[in-house]
């Protein structure tokens, strides 16, 4: 039987996805051994940092990870980034196979007045710094003013508003962050709007995620009917079926929607952001408007408009993703998940999407290559395998059983670090 070494670069849902589809290439002719690469000292990615946490049923893909993980076939090296600790060239020489499969966490920006200034934040990092990413646990979030606004049409927009104009107490009972909820319950938010540049029918949110809103207890859901009725005349019968499931579920929240609460969450379409003002904070967002410019004061202005992977030396990027044709990026190298086709999809989308290239590497490989072990090149590195993080992940879970939540997250690299049992090459 021949046996290949193949290195994953990241430990996301596209990179488990990856490894999964090459267990499934495996047969009985040739089978892989997988080493993943992580540069936190946590798996897992987005379904760690990026999921709303109060959609827990998301995050159960993390069950399919760990079966994954306990494979004899599978080492993680996470504590170790690529392009410092080891290079791309290293890699290739000592694998038959390397995966990129790192995402995008740069958030993109608007190129408008304004963006800079406190209170105009990125959901690359708000987002992370509410699912209590140790890189961002110290971001400024300035929660003073009553009202926020989010820019974007997608599922993240969707989620950082929703968290915004929640009831902070429906917190309490999930994996967020302790300083967010603190931060939360101290909020003055009431009013949150969703601003979108285009028409109705081009918003990029999926419909489960639209019809969960009016389940919301304490928020207030607005859609003006007449919006959706104007997108529905538009795209007419040769809507697709995403577009219409969507202007179903909208013109769903706009006929029923609720005004008893506090809290308030309201869509906006057709809004350009032109600028953001204030000096040395936040004070309001101008939108360009079919009826003319538009100013909405707030305090809080998040940007959710896509994400850009994150430059590694010695991977080609270009566009805020990697150079790759199908999947093939430069001599042994492959590439999976957004870094490859950009942020779109769902999670479940990187499942066919690395399933699809694992097929094209498993027909270019012929015979592996007798190569070094990588650990002779960590020798003195700090680095977590999966035994560390099975016990970074059983403290978390232990800690959260007297608080009833699923776990409860450490802040910081030295808090995650210490329940690891360290192991030193």
């Given at each position: ?22 267990n ?9 051994d997988?080493?993943m ?12 940092s ?46 038959d ?10 958030g ?6 304004g ?6 934040l ?21 929660l ?25 107490s ?26 979108i ?12 995620e ?10 207030n ?14 795209v ?83 566009n ?27 999670i ?15 027909k270019?490989l ?36 007297p ?23």
């Amino acid at each position: 039987m021949s046996r290949f070494k193949v290195a994953i670069i990241g430990a996301g849902p596209a990179g488990y996805f990856a490894a999964q589809a090459l267990n499934n290439l495996a047969d009985q002719d040739r089978s892989f051994d997988i080493d993943m690469f992580e540069r936190l000292p946590t798996p897992w990615g987005l379904v760690r940092s990026g999921v709303a946490p109060d959609h827990p049923k998301i995050k159960t893909v993390s069950k399919v990870f760990e079966k994954i993980a306990t494979g004899e076939n599978f080492r993680l090296f996470a504590n170790v980034e690529i392009g410092k600790d080891l290079s791309v060239d290293q890699l290739q020489e000592r694998y038959d196979a390397v995966i990129v499969a790192t995402g995008s966490s740069l958030g993109k920006t608007l190129g408008i007045p304004g963006e800079n200034i406190r209170g105009s934040l990125s959901a690359a990092s708000f987002v992370p710094w509410y699912n209590a990413h140790p890189d961002f646990a110290d971001v400024d979030v300035p929660l003073d003013s009553q009202t926020a606004v989010v820019i974007g049409g997608g599922n993240v927009a969707m989620d950082v508003a929703r968290i915004l104009a929640l009831e902070p107490s429906e917190l309490d009972p999930t994996d967020t962050a302790d300083h967010a909820i603190d931060a939360f319950k101290k909020s003055g938010i009431r009013k949150v709007y969703i601003a979108i540049r285009r028409g109705a029918e081009f918003a990029a949110f999926t419909s489960p995620e639209l019809r969960d809103l009016p389940k919301l207890e304490h928020t207030n859901v607005i859609i003006d009917e007449n919006e959706i009725a104007a997108a529905i005349a538009r795209v007419g019968d040769s809507a697709e079926k995403d577009v219409k499931s969507n202007l179903d579920a909208m013109l769903f929240i706009a006929q029923n929607q609720k005004t008893e609460h506090e809290r308030t969450i309201e869509f906006l379409f057709s809004h350009t952001p032109k600028e953001i003002q204030g000096s040395s904070h936040v004070e309001g967002v101008v939108f360009s408007t079919p009826t003319g410019d538009k100013t909405i004061k707030s305090g809080l202005v998040v940007t959710a408009i896509g994400y850009n992977a994150l430059d590694i030396p010695g991977i080609p990027f270009e566009n805020g993703k990697v150079v790759n044709v199908d999947g093939r990026v430069k001599g042994n190298m492959y590439v999976v998940g957004w870094a490859k086709r950009g942020p779109s999809g769902v999670i479940g989308t990187n499942k066919s999407d690395a399933t699809s290239v694992i097929e094209l590497l498993g027909k270019d490989l012929s015979a592996p290559k007798n190569k070094d072990d990588i650990s002779d090149l960590l020798k003195g590195k700090t680095v977590v395998t999966q035994k560390d993080w099975e016990a970074i992940n059983a403290a978390e879970i232990a800690a959260g059983e007297p608080l009833s939540k699923p776990r409860r997250k450490g802040l910081s690299w030295n808090e995650l670090m210490a329940h690891a049992e360290i192991y030193h090459f």
